[in-house]
Structures are given as structure tokens and as C-alpha cells.
């Protein structure tokens, strides 16, 4: 019989949660607010009773959370959220209330190391073993798969915080860093340089051609690190497709003809699984804490 797993997509405004396969099926789903962490968590813990007693009993379960959190297994913080500017949440146990409730496995992984699973085993790294899957919105975060294994660590990778050179009319965000990645291009970025939501920018305004630069500046150095055969990009920023080929002839530019690369539409592309990606991604990680 196919092996049924709960997910969670733990985010700062929802949880999302849900039950399915690895066929991909997502037999039910809901989303929770995020509030306080006793109250949010208690509602995911509902869910998956109630889904138990309808579908039948789980496997095992996988959480997939906003960070940075601790995913190392030997360590007391293990299943934590770390310092978080997230009110309420910081040093939040996430694991702790499924283990009591539910006799299963637990997998706990960074939202984007799920979303790169769930691209790698359904959407657009399929078939690959060295990709980077990169979310540009509310902040900027990355998933890296090497040699068919997601990198850890010291924790999860940060890579929304690498420094970029930043020009003079550039504000960051970013409270720690007035020169990273996520602060200076994440959307709340984009929103406090040019007075107005992203989503709000028409195509051709200046905005973009200043975006499309810091991410392939971005990649640049990701590229030269960590040799990607691939690298996807996602979140509420890159639905604007038109950045696509911007990005493409802007790292062909950064190289310089330094490195040969792949056809650049197809090294450079969108998510596949859109919003689906976070909760098939926790099915995933459930399915390799068995
Ligand atoms: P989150 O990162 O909170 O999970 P998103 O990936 O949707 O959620 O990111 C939200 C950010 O992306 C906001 O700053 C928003 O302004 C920006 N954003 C959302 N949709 C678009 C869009 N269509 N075009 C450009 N920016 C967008
Ligand atoms: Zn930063």
C-alpha cells in the first residue's frame, strides 16, 4: 500500500498542512495562521488527528520551517527556531508537540530545503545531484543539493546574507547587514527603494534592470562556489518571468566567457511545483526520517 506522510510548510503568516504520497497526491490540506507558537502548533496537531482518524495513520511526518532553526539531530536545540525577529517565536520547539501526539518519525528541515526536495523529486531539478534552489520574497533563502545531498552543516545554509556591493541609493532591510543579499533585494528591499510593492512595479521600470543585477551578482558567486548544474528560482519576486532572461544575459556578462556554462534557459529557471513545493517537500523529508 502506498505510505501515507503528514507535511507542515511552517511560515511566518501560515502553516500550511497536509497529508498525502509520494505520488505527489495531497489527499487533504489545511492552513493555519501563525499566532503564538502553543496555539499554532495545537491547531497542526488537531489537523493531523482529525486526518488520522478520517485517511488512517501516517508514517511519519515532515516539517518543513521558516529559520533559521536547528536541524542537526545530535543537538539539544535540535527541532528549535532559533534568534528570529519573528515575535514569539524564537527558540519555538517545533518538534516536540508531534512527537508526544504522534508515535511516527519526525523530519525537520529549513522551507526551502523541502521546497529543493520536492523540485528535485517531482519539478525542475529532477534527475539532478548538484542544484541550487533559491526563494526570492519576504527575505531571500537558499537550498543547495551537492553529489545528491542536501548541505548542512554548522546549521543550513544562509545565502541570502552573502555581501554584495551596494550602489549609494541603496537601503538595506536586512537588520544585521546593510550589504547582503536578501537586504538589499528581497521584495520588502525592493518596496522601500522604490516607494511601491513590488508587485506594483510595471516591467521596464528601472527597478527590475537594478534587481536582475544584484541576483545575477548573487549567482555569480554561487555558481563559482558551488558548481550548480542548475539553479531555480522562486518566491513572490521571481513571478515577475520578465526578470528571467535579465538574470540570464547579466551572469553571462559577470563571467565573461570565464566558464562554459549550459544553455542559459535551461541552467536558469523557474520553479516548477509553484506553490506546491513546500508541502510535497515535507512529505519528503518525513519520508527520509523512516
Ligand atoms: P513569503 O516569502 O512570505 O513566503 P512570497 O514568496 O510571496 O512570500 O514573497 C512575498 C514578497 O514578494 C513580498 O515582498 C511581495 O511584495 C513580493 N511579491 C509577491 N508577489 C509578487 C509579484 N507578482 N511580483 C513581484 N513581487 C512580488
Ligand atoms: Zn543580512
Redesign the pocket.
Do not use: F
Given at each position: 500500500m502506498t505510505k501515507l506522510f503528514g507535511g507542515i510548510e511552517a511560515?511566518?503568516?501560515k502553516f500550511v498542512c497536509g497529508v498525502g504520497n509520494l505520488d505527489g497526491e495531497i489527499l487533504a490540506k489545511t492552513r493555519i495562521p501563525t499566532t503564538t507558537p502553543a496555539d499554532t502548533l495545537s491547531r497542526c496537531v488537531d489537523f493531523f488527528e482529525e486526518q488520522r482518524a478520517i485517511l488512517s495513520n501516517f508514517s511519519a511526518l515532515g516539517i518543513a520551517s521558516f529559520g533559521p532553526l536547528d536541524p542537526r539531530l545530535d543537538s539539544v536545540k535540535y527541532g528549535h527556531i532559533l534568534r528570529t525577529p519573528k515575535k514569539g517565536w524564537s527558540d519555538a520547539d517545533l518538534v516536540s508537540p508531534f512527537r508526544d501526539a504522534f508515535n511516527v518519525p519526525i523530519g525537520f528541515d529549513t522551507d526551502v530545503n523541502g521546497a529543493a526536495l520536492g523540485e528535485w523529486h517531482w519539478g525542475a531539478a529532477k534527475g539532478l545531484s548538484n542544484f541550487i534552489y533559491l526563494?526570492?520574497?519576504?527575505?531571500i533563502g537558499g537550498g543547495v543539493m551537492v553529489n545528491g545531498e542536501l548541505v548542512h552543516g554548522l546549521l543550513h545554509p544562509e545565502m541570502g546574507h552573502i555581501p554584495l556591493p551596494k550602489d549609494d541609493s541603496a537601503v538595506s532591510v536586512c537588520p544585521f547587514h546593510d550589504d547582503c543579499f536578501e537586504g538589499l533585494a528581497?521584495?520588502?528591499a525592493?518596496?522601500k527603494r522604490w516607494g511601491e510593492?513590488?508587485?506594483d512595479?510595471p516591467v521596464g521600470h528601472p527597478a527590475w534592470e537594478v534587481e536582475a543585477s544584484y541576483i545575477a551578482r548573487a549567482l555569480r558567486s554561487f555558481i563559482c562556489t558551488l558548481s550548480p548544474e542548475r539553479i531555480i528560482l522562486?518566491?513572490?519576486?521571481m513571478?515577475?518571468a520578465h526578470l528571467f532572461p535579465l538574470i540570464r544575459q547579466k551572469i553571462l556578462e559577470e563571467l565573461n566567457g570565464y566558464m562554459k556554462l549550459p544553455k542559459m534557459d535551461e541552467y536558469i529557471v523557474p520553479v516548477a511545483l509553484e506553490g506546491k513545493a513546500g508541502i510535497l517537500g515535507a512529505f519528503l523529508l518525513a519520508e527520509r526520517a523512516l
Open positions: 511560515g511566518g503568516t526563494t526570492i520574497g519576504t527575505g528581497s521584495g520588502p525592493i518596496e510593492k513590488a508587485e512595479i522562486g518566491g513572490g519576486v513571478q515577475q
